[in-house]
């Protein structure tokens, strides 16, 4: 038995560390997984005979996980005010009216895919509900 770490920039949340330990546990070889989102890192402990690191890695690889995580920035500007060019808005403000209460308004396009990057997990489909 062998143990690798990875480091894994895009593990950021407890679901990330279920869907790594699926998808790497359903590898023939692979005998314990631990992954933790604080440090971002996983542990594998596998058998040298039945896979090797670099197909754990390529695994990792192809769920997003050790990609750099792009996601979407906040622009600085209010929603309001844009011109429409940039796919992106948010505006963050307090209303006088409640004082110390911050809202948040949002505009973010559909495209298939989910609102917010995070690997391992696929696009959104919509299906037609049929009246029935």
């Known amino acids: 038995m062998k143990t690798i770490t990875f480091e894994v920039p895009a593990l950021f949340g407890d679901h990330h560390v279920t869907e790594i330990r699926r998808i790497l546990l359903e590898v023939e ?8 989102s604080a440090f971002q890192i996983v542990e594998v402990t596998y058998n040298e005979k039945k896979v090797n690191n670099q197909q754990i890695e390529a695994k990792l690889d192809e769920a997003g996980y050790l990609g750099e995580w792009k996601f979407p920035a906040e622009t600085g500007v209010a929603a309001q005010q844009g011109d429409g060019s940039k796919p992106f808005f948010r505006h ?7 004082k110390q209460n911050v809202g948040f308004a949002q505009r973010v396009n559909y495209q298939g895919r989910p609102l917010w990057p995070c690997p391992g997990i696929g696009a959104i489909k919509m299906e037609e509900v049929e009246n029935g």
């Open 29 to 36: 070889g692979v005998k314990d997984v631990y992954a933790s």
């Open 92 to 98: 963050t403000t307090t209303y006088e009216t409640i």
